[in-house]
């Protein structure tokens, strides 16, 4: 069985960083798309950013687009989420996914 693992969320004030790393182990997560996806109060679901297994093809939300940054390091089978300029409107739990794994998620609160 595999296990996803996140961490790095808290509270920033809208314009500032934050940086999430989900750790992976357990199975070859090396080898497939890592993604992130965030969740609202009263929301669904919503993609965030995506990274091939290479590391060379990434893919944004629009909303994110320019702002954050995927990347990974395949040593340590571990995928980063750099999150600048972050609004209020970027509030929400973060999870990491990997197929059908998911991560328990990080909660990342802006303030005004």
């Known amino acids: 069985q595999g296990q996803l693992v996140e961490s790095g969320g808290g509270l920033v004030q809208a314009g500032g960083s934050l940086r999430l790393s989900c750790a992976a182990s357990?199975?070859?997560?090396?080898?497939?798309?890592r993604n992130w996806f965030r969740q609202a109060p009263g929301k669904e679901r919503e993609f965030v950013a995506s990274?091939?297994?290479?590391?060379?093809?990434?893919r944004y939300a629009d909303s994110v687009h320019g702002r954050f940054t995927i990347s990974r390091d395949r040593a340590t089978n571990t995928v980063y989420l750099q999150m600048n300029n972050l609004k209020p409107e970027d509030t929400a739990v973060y999870f990491c996914n990997a197929n059908d794994f998911w991560g328990q998620g990080t909660q990342v609160t802006v303030s005004l």
């Open positions: 990274i091939s297994w290479i590391g060379t093809t990434t």
């Open positions: 357990g199975r070859a997560f090396s080898t497939i798309t």
